[in-house]
């Protein structure tokens, strides 16, 4: 099985003056990448990095991402994308967790290395993007003739992806070659991917959709436009100048997009395919895309950062809001080709009949080979015949549809991102005037669930002054969009909160616990 890096390479030898990527005004050919991915290489190996090291990223979207990509994995090497929307609290823990060697961070992000100073025990190196960038790959290639020799093996982490846990602490999500290598194929059939195709990377490429779309691009010798920052006008501008065949986009992205004039002043009917997913779609929200791009195929996927994306696709046929089968728009579709569905009970694990809710297994060659430096959580996500339980919850109807139910643990989707109401409530207790809370996802027309916390006060407390608490200490999409005040929390004999006792009058009248 080939290696990402020596793919690479021969689409570069194969198509040297094919634009890989359009970043802003830039555009790269296929050669000139493969260059400069050499050179950011030997910068990192001049800069004391080696097989098995980490590197962390924290930038918008941008060519030095892709670049550092497959640069840190040509010396054997990981890269560990930061979500940029963190709070410099989080930002640390996730460079000192993965002993990052180096940091590299977009311009917008240097007033927070005053932030980090001195927090960063492991990271021996900050490289702004831009000309510092430049001149350090650049002197680091100086006087070489590459960077050094790696044989990279399929089994070999690519990429370090974090993912919060119910504890409140980020996980690293260890992706290899072969998880990549293995999904890949697979997208380029179902999305009907080939040389004259034109993939937008709208998504965060700290984002595994993001992520893999970037990857998605040289795997199959693509032309790749990169989005900066998830802007809808800016991206329909760029869908228009760079005439975009294929996009992923957020239901919320969607949602906005309707909503914005100068989005419809665009020519967009260059795309063929839209790709929709990362959180549950609104009935309106999706006739209003389709209306949006009547020449537009629509596709829904659903999966994890552990599964390499997406394990579940919503073919086009079946997105005709009023046809026969319209129920399964409220479905996340059935398995990718590679992908086996089980639906266990989450307690014994025993497999459950067709319509029976239940947690969602999936065994895939996309399962991620662990957490970093986790063990045990590791051996409690990926089971010994080969299952990740995933900690959602759904059933399998008689076709072989997979319809979510609900979640077996607490995370909240808005807007995409995953939100651990743990973390919240850890920093909402730090407060001197919170005596209880319990965090829980509500519904939001425009983000689909949003955070509402539940707090027992035990002083005179205003509810503003906790959420603006809270923005002080995490990024801002995880903080509570409102506060209501409570005599007390239920909780269970043992202690644990009754989060679905919190929740359920949020939620009545809806299809189902996730909006």
């Known amino acids: 099985m080939p290696v990402l890096t020596e793919i690479l390479r021969e689409r570069a030898h194969a198509r ?57 994995a040509r010396i054997g090497a990981v890269l560990v994308p930061v979500n940029y ?14 002993r990052a060697r180096v940091l590299v961070v977009g311009p917008d992000f240097v007033p927070m290395l005053d932030a980090l100073r001195g927090r960063l025990e492991h990271t021996e190196r900050t490289v702004v993007t831009g000309p510092d960038y430049e001149e350090w790959i650049a ?88 989005g900066r920052e998830p802007d809808p006008v800016l991206i329909a501008r760029a869908i228009e100048l760079h005439k975009v065949t294929h996009i992923f986009l957020v239901p919320a992205l969607l949602q906005f997009m309707q909503m914005i004039p100068e989005v419809s002043e665009c020519d967009m009917s260059s795309l063929r395919l839209l790709l929709y997913g990362a959180s549950p779609i609104s009935d309106d929200v ?38 026969p089968h319209s129920v399964r728009l409220r479905s ?32 895939t060659p996309q399962n991620m080979i662990g957490y970093w430096d986790l063990p045990d959580a590791t051996r409690s996500a990926l089971l010994p015949d080969g299952f990740f339980r ?11 549809y997979l319809f979510i139910h609900d979640r ?41 669930e949003t955070p509402k916390a539940l707090v027992v006060a035990s002083g005179d407390v205003a509810p503003r002054e906790l959420i603006d608490y809270c923005r002080a200490r995490l990024a801002h999409f995880k903080c509570p969009s409102s506060v209501e005040l409570r005599d007390t929390i239920p909780r269970n004999p043992t202690g644990k909160i009754l989060k679905r006792e919190l929740r359920a009058p949020y939620w009545e009248g809806q299809e189902r616990s996730v909006h």
């Open 408 to 448: 077996v643990k607490d995370m909240i989707i808005s807007g995409g991102e995953n939100i651990y109401p743990a973390e919240v409530e850890n920093v909402l207790m730090s407060h001197p005037k919170v005596a209880d809370c319990a965090v829980i996802g509500v519904p939001d027309e425009t983000w689909g």
């Open 286 to 323: 999706l006739r209003g895309a389709i209306a949006m791009l009547p020449d537009t195929a629509f596709m829904q996927v659903y999966g994890l950062t552990e599964t390499t994306g997406a394990i579940t696709y919503l073919p086009v046929a079946d997105h005709d809001p009023d046809g």
């Open 332 to 363: 996340a579709g059935i398995p990718y080709p590679a992908c086996e569905l089980r639906i266990a009970d989450p307690a014994t694990l025993a497999e459950l009949p067709a319509g029976e809710v239940g947690e969602i297994l999936c065994r």
């Open 85 to 98: 929307r963190l709070a410099p609290d989080e930002v640390a823990f996730i460079v000192t967790n993965a």
């Open 16 to 72: 040297p003056d094919k634009i890989a990527f359009h970043a802003g005004d830039r555009a790269v050919p296929y050669r000139e990448f493969d260059e400069r991915v050499d050179r950011a290489a030997a910068a990192l190996a001049a800069s004391g990095v080696g097989p098995g090291d980490r590197i962390a990223i924290l930038d918008k979207n941008s060519l030095e991402y892709a670049e550092l990509l497959f640069g840190a």
């Open 139 to 226: 002197s680091g290639a100086s006087g070489a003739s590459g960077p050094p020799a790696h044989k990279a093996e399929p089994s070999d982490v690519f990429v370090q992806l974090y993912s919060s846990g119910t504890t409140g602490l980020p996980k690293g999500v260890m992706l290899t070659h072969e998880n990549f290598v293995t999904a890949l194929p697979i997208t380029q059939d179902l999305w009907g991917l080939d040389e004259s195709s034109v993939l937008m990377v709208a998504m965060p490429q700290y984002h595994v959709a993001g992520c893999i779309l970037t990857i998605c691009v040289l795997f199959d010798g693509l032309t790749g436009v990169i």
């Open 390 to 400: 995933t900690g959602d919850a759904g059933y399998l109807d008689e076709d072989g």
